[in-house]
């Protein structure tokens, strides 16, 4: 009988490890004595990165822990109603400050140059939220605004008291009194001012002024370098220049479509009966081809920011193939909304409530700058012309909308307070001043 095979009393010697160049006899043997570990003893817990110790590793070196990402906390249903309150309040803002740049002369091309703005922007991304461009920041300056008008109520009742006293006792202890009070509460309403903006301009910063808090920020160093810092990074984010400079360009593209037919028209209405009624249909033709095309040769000059893309015609009218459904409801938006400008005029505002008719063309018009970048972005990215029956659809449609809003400002020198000038204020194309011709 043969004998059993007995288990072997030791382990047999492990194998030699190839060593690399540069590596050392003690990272072999380490390597070695590594090979010969239970596989439960080296694994390491799920997500940790495995390394190659015998490569990048010497004896007891660490293994480095991969950085943790930060993790995005989802705001609360109260933070979010905060945020949309807060857009909606920076869109009345936005608008208020269009509108009051709009009455405003040289100022007034900052509003055409960001209405542009807005139709451009649409036109290239093809998204609408994209439209509503520095509704944020405008949400500061009206917080500033409204800050400031409510902090400033203590001194002006203090003005009242002062003003009141002297004229009863005029040098007398009590009036030199509120005198001295209304002195002090405009220092501190100064500061509270600054501070307020400091902090970030919100609403709530002109509510509590957190005195504590600015204790300790008098005490950090190099706060007015910062807060200048703030300050111009705000300023050169309202890219203002840009928005002139396109403006203006805007306008005097603009103008050199209207000024034939609109010069003819005022001619029109120098003449006797009959050459009026010859030289107004001629005048009536032209302004007609021209309000069909015009709103969207503005959208193409700024969508591509080139002076030159505002007499492309060819090219307008090879996008109006690819979405004539679209162009046709922008056109009658921006028509439709710019007539009810024209019955503002018929008497004269005062100058000082010249913003508020402004306020009312900004709301029509902003609407119809959004819809003309919307119908150029729909036929950008479509590469061929839709079926000839949407086409002759859109065509039929557009000749009486137009024909309507001609025959709006061929009657408006007989209706508006300025006379024939008024045909100058082309409210759906020019700076949108609907009170002040220029």
Not at 63 to 84: A, D, N, T
Not at 212 to 223: D, I, N
Not at 283 to 293: F, M, N, P, S, Y
Not at 361 to 384: D, K
Request: aromatic letters at 12%; a positive charge; hydrophobic letters at 55%.
């Amino acid at each position: 009988m043969s004998e059993p095979l007995l288990p072997p009393t030791a382990l047999p010697p492990p194998l030699p490890v190839e060593m690399e160049a540069g590596g050392t006899r003690e990272e072999a043997d380490e390597n070695a004595r590594s090979a010969r570990k239970d596989p439960k003893d080296t694994a390491l817990h799920e997500g940790q990165v495995l390394c190659d110790c015998s490569n990048t590793h010497s004896e007891g070196a660490a293994i480095e822990e991969p950085p943790e990402l930060p993790v995005m906390k989802k705001r609360g249903f109260f933070q979010r109603v905060g945020s949309g309150l807060d857009w909606l309040f920076g869109l009345v803002a936005l608008l208020v400050l269009v509108a009051a740049c709009s009455v405003v002369p040289v100022l007034n091309f900052l509003s055409l140059g960001y209405l542009l703005h807005v139709s451009g922007t649409i036109a290239r991304t093809g998204r609408f939220r994209d439209g509503f461009i520095g509704v944020r920041k405008a949400a500061v300056l009206g917080s500033i605004a409204a800050g400031i008008w409510l902090v400033v109520w203590p001194a002006r009742l203090l003005s009242t008291m002062w003003k009141d006293a002297e004229l009863i006792a005029p040098g007398s202890g009590i009036a030199k009194g509120w005198h001295a009070g209304l002195i002090v509460v405009i220092v501190l309403t100064l500061a509270h001012i600054v501070w307020a903006c400091v902090r970030g301009g919100k609403l709530r910063h002109f509510l509590w002024p957190q005195p504590l808090r600015f204790k300790r920020w008098l005490r950090t160093p190099g706060k007015f370098g910062n807060l200048q810092g703030m300050i111009t990074g705000y300023i050169v984010g309202l890219r203002l220049p840009f928005y002139f400079w396109l403006g203006l360009r805007g306008f005097v593209g603009a103008l050199v479509w209207l000024i034939v037919p609109v010069g003819i028209l005022l001619g029109a209405t120098r003449l006797p009966v009959g050459g009026s009624v010859v030289l107004s249909l001629l005048g009536g033709v032209l302004l007609l081809v021209v309000a069909i095309h015009l709103p969207f040769l503005q959208a193409h000059f700024a969508q591509t920011n080139r002076f030159g893309a505002m007499f492309e015609l060819r090219e307008v009218r090879r996008l109006f193939l690819r979405a004539p459904l679209a162009f046709w409801f922008a056109l009658i938006i921006t028509l439709l909304f710019a007539v009810p400008l024209y019955l503002l005029k018929i008497e004269l505002t005062p100058r000082e409530l010249a913003w508020l008719p402004s306020l009312l063309f900004v709301i029509f018009i902003f609407p119809a700058r959004v819809l003309t970048g919307w119908a150029m972005s729909r036929a950008t990215r479509h590469e061929q012309p839709r079926h000839w029956f949407p086409r002759w659809v859109a065509r039929l449609g557009i000749v009486p909308v137009a024909l309507a809003y001609t025959l709006v400002v061929y009657f408006t020198p007989y209706l508006s307070w300025n006379g024939a000038w008024s045909l100058l204020e082309q409210h759906a194309f020019l700076v949108p001043a609907p009170l002040m011709a220029l």
